[in-house]
Every structure is written in structure tokens, then in C-alpha cells.
């Protein structure tokens, strides 16, 4: 079957049988700058109605019950404090574990971790167990 076969006679477009959205299309293409101006209306109505109705601007967003959001909250609770009321910095923990005995047998290499962990440049100060704080101010 040929293309042209397959199109309806001009005599089934002459009878008015013709689709709601072909007339819509046709009553479009022939009033084209009213349908314009009442997009452009409808955009400006759309864009001053949602700020209106909306007030002012809230950046708060949640998504409980996901693992970022699990994360986060273990993070929070698991810090001394947070990093706004610590003008901005991270802080952290670093814990030296023995299985048996205490730490004394192991000072000189706990010193050598400290004194290695100080020299970083994004380390502002650090504490060890047997010495007091060293500062990088």
C-alpha cells in the first residue's frame, strides 16, 4: 500500500469530520499572535502567582528514612559539636586501642602518630593522651 494510499479522500475532509485537535491546530495557525499573547499571560501569571502564593523562600529540605539521612543524623550525634558553632571546621577523634595492657608501652609510637598528624597542614591543633596540646597558630 502506497502512502498517498493510506490518506483519507478530500471528500472525508469536506464532510466536517474532522478531529477536535485538528480544529484546535487550525483555529491556532490562524489566530497565531492571540494565542501568543495569552501564552505570555498565562507564563506571567504562572511566575508572579507562584511567588505570591509561596512567601518567602524556605531552603530547608529532608528526606527521612534514607541511608544519607541516617548517615548524617549518626554523624551529628557522634561529634562534640557542629562545625557552624566551631567556626566551620571539622573536628574528630583519633582512638589509640591495645588489646591487653595500657597505652604506656606504646608511647613512643603514639607520639610518633601525633607529632606526624600535627605536621599536616589542614590540622589546626591535636591532643595526645601523655602530652600536653601541640597548636599550629
Not at 2 to 24: M, N, Q, V
Not at 73 to 89: E, I, K, M, R
Not at 112 to 128: N, Q, W, Y
Request: contains cysteine; neutral net charge; aromatic residues 10%.
Amino acid at each position: 500500500m502506497t502512502p498517498a494510499a493510506r490518506l483519507p479522500s478530500a471528500a472525508h475532509w469536506e464532510d466536517g469530520s474532522r478531529g477536535l485537535f485538528w480544529k484546535l491546530g487550525k483555529w491556532c495557525a490562524d489566530q497565531r499572535w492571540y494565542v501568543v499573547v495569552v501564552w505570555a499571560l498565562i507564563l506571567v501569571g504562572v511566575t508572579f502567582g507562584s511567588s505570591s502564593l509561596n512567601g518567602a523562600f524556605n531552603q530547608t529540605f529532608a528526606l527521612p528514612h534514607t541511608s544519607a539521612h541516617t548517615g548524617a543524623d549518626l554523624l551529628n550525634a557522634h561529634t562534640d559539636q557542629p562545625a557552624a558553632l566551631n567556626g566551620g571546621a571539622a573536628t574528630g577523634k583519633i582512638v589509640f586501642h591495645r588489646s591487653s595492657g595500657n597505652l604506656q608501652a606504646d608511647t613512643a609510637t603514639i607520639d610518633s602518630s601525633v607529632a606526624e598528624i600535627a605536621s599536616l597542614s589542614t590540622v589546626k591543633s591535636i591532643t595526645d593522651p601523655f602530652h600536653l596540646e601541640y597548636s599550629r597558630r
